[in-house]
């Protein structure tokens, strides 16, 4: 009797400490809610490029660079710098759009590192939480920024090269930056001996954390091999092969060479190189992922057995995607299938799991928990 | 907090503000150049094969590739500084749960700080000087160290769930 009072008593006093780390409108808070809903939301772009963009931008590349070698064969130098005019801008297309992907999800899991390290950041609560809004602002801009650079171009730009949007995104990166050294200073004050009025999050040994924790890392690990592996092996091949490619194009257009063995070459050579960095970035994306997240579970308001579905889901597809990736050189479009659910159950999991920090949130501020 | 932790944090914070000036600087000031550049040398290359000069063309792919070599290094330097700088942060937060002494912790945490900065810089080196043997000494020993010092953080982890 006298130990279970003691185990409801000792529950009581961790989640009473675990609602004071998650104060209503608190940068953490804001931090946590907009670092997961940017995450969430730059995995979505990312696997709505990955179904109905990627592909058919690699076709419309490789017949412009099959059109250009075709007009370089005619001797017809002003199509071959039209052509060139259009697969710059197909490039420009695909790489804006890997960039948008990269830099929301990047900006989201730096909003869940600083909601990690605002315990250990001396500066006054208001302007904690000003750095936060701004954080979560200048990571939904740059990639918003991004992503406009194709569409508005130099429309109305002053400038020789650079357009309003990537204005826009230099702007908002140049933002985040301003908040990572505000962070740092405050970072600096407490290592020096101020107080950061926020205290530490209950030590948690759980399941959910530590599933999280070693998975992430094993994740990582196997990424970091992985891209020592590319780098080691493949790296400089492909390089020394694209430019042999390329020659053999050249040859191909002004003998009686086949361009389109060519061509079919350097856009095998392009999804190779292709799947096998998405494989190493992704592996490691995903363990940092899943590290992050074993901090945020006690702010997860869900039962325990949901939680730990949607754990096992996240690390499903964290190694599904990256895995079926890689086939995609042996298996065709059913691997790049299977790789796109495998990224759809991570943002149904992340999903859930924001879900169950905005109840734990609303129930908070209710007064039903803490 | 511990020193580990203390130079997790800091090194990662550091690391963090360093990939990002560095990627605005580059996107100001380089990248746009450097695309521009990458794509004319290749329309020039094609150019010259419709006027059946085979040599030129040839030294236009070999400008196009020596500006992609430049490229690819420069955005993994942004890329590998700020995603290295990620782990150390999340390591700082994490590095408790780590069962190692203190001394041995610390020891882990300046391994990873310091193969962070440098791999990335040995990539960059490269660029310097195509082939350059230092630059890529330097790159493999810092993926090596990072690589050793994230096995050991495993294995730490691993322990403290025994």
Redesign the interface.
């Known amino acids: 009797m006298a130990a279970a009072l003691q185990a409801v008593m000792s529950t009581h006093a961790v989640s009473a400490r675990l609602a004071e780390t998650f104060a209503p409108m608190s940068a953490r808070r804001l931090l946590v809610f907009g670092g997961i809903a940017l995450v969430a939301t730059g995995m979505l772009f990312g696997d709505i490029f990955a179904v109905f963009v990627l592909h058919q931008n690699g076709d419309a590349t490789g017949q412009a660079v099959l059109s250009a070698a075709e007009a370089a064969r005619a001797g017809n130098s002003t199509a071959v710098q039209a052509t060139f005019q259009r697969i710059a801008g197909l490039l420009e297309d695909h790489g804006t759009k890997v960039d948008t992907h990269v830099h929301m999800t990047d900006a989201g899991y730096l909003a869940l590192l600083l909601a990690l390290i605002q315990p250990c950041v001396a500066l006054p609560q208001k302007r904690k939480k000003l750095l936060a809004g701004l954080f979560v602002a200048g990571g939904l801009l740059l990639p918003v920024g991004i992503f406009l650079i194709h569409y508005v171009g130099l429309a109305y730009s002053p400038f020789a090269v650079i357009g309003w949007a990537s204005v826009l995104a230099d702007s908002a990166g140049a933002l985040l930056m301003l908040v990572l050294i505000a962070e740092a200073y405050g970072l600096w004050k407490f290592l020096r001996g101020a107080e950061s009025g926020e205290s530490e999050l209950p030590d948690d040994r759980t399941w959910e954390r530590r599933a999280l924790l070693s998975g992430g890392t094993l994740l990582i690990l196997l990424g970091f091999l992985y891209g020592a592996w590319y780098a080691g092996v493949d790296l400089y091949r492909h390089e020394a092969r694209e430019s042999q490619i390329l020659k053999g194009m050249l040859d191909a257009a002004t003998g009686a060479g086949d361009i389109s063995a060519q061509v079919a070459q350097y856009r095998s050579l392009a999804a190779e190189k292709a799947v096998k960095i998405a494989a190493h970035s992704h592996l490691i994306e995903f363990g940092l992922l899943a590290m992050l997240l074993s901090f945020v579970q006690p702010y997860v308001f869900l039962s325990k057995r949901w939680k730990r579905r949607w754990i096992v889901t996240l690390l499903m597809g964290s190694v599904i995607l990256p895995v079926f990736v890689l086939l995609e050189m042996n298996l065709g479009l059913l691997a790049g299938g299977i790789a796109d659910v495998g990224g759809l159950l991570v943002i149904i999991a992340l999903t859930a799991m924001l879900v169950g920090v905005l109840r734990y949130g609303g129930s908070l501020d209710a007064g039903v928990v803490g | 907090?511990s020193p580990s932790r203390?130079l997790l944090?800091?090194g990662?914070?550091?690391l963090?503000?360093l990939g990002?000036?560095y990627?605005?600087h580059y996107?100001?000031f380089a990248e746009?150049?450097t695309?521009?550049r990458m794509?004319g040398s290749?329309?020039q290359?094609?150019?010259q094969?419709?006027?059946?000069n085979?040599q030129p063309?040839?030294n236009s792919?070999?400008a196009?590739?020596s500006t992609?070599?430049d490229y690819?290094r420069q955005v993994d330097l942004h890329?590998h500084w700020?995603?290295l700088s990620?782990?150390l942060?999340?390591l700082?937060?994490?590095f408790?749960?780590v069962a190692f002494s203190e001394r041995g912790k610390l020891w882990i945490a300046a391994v990873l700080t310091v193969g962070s900065f440098v791999f990335p810089l040995g990539v960059i080196l490269q660029t310097l000087s195509h082939g350059a043997a230092y630059a890529s000494v330097l790159?493999?020993l810092g993926?090596?160290v990072?690589?050793a010092g994230?096995?050991a953080?495993?294995w730490g982890?691993?322990r403290?769930?025994q």
């Open positions: 907090m203390m944090l800091v990662g914070l550091s963090a503000t990002m000036l990627g605005l996107a100001l746009h150049q695309l521009d794509g290749l329309a290359a094609f150019s094969a419709a006027g059946r085979l063309a040839y792919v070999d196009y590739a992609k070599f690819v890329s700020i995603g990620m782990l942060i999340v700082g937060a994490a408790d749960g790159a493999i993926s090596a990072v690589t994230l096995a953080v495993a982890f691993g403290s769930g």
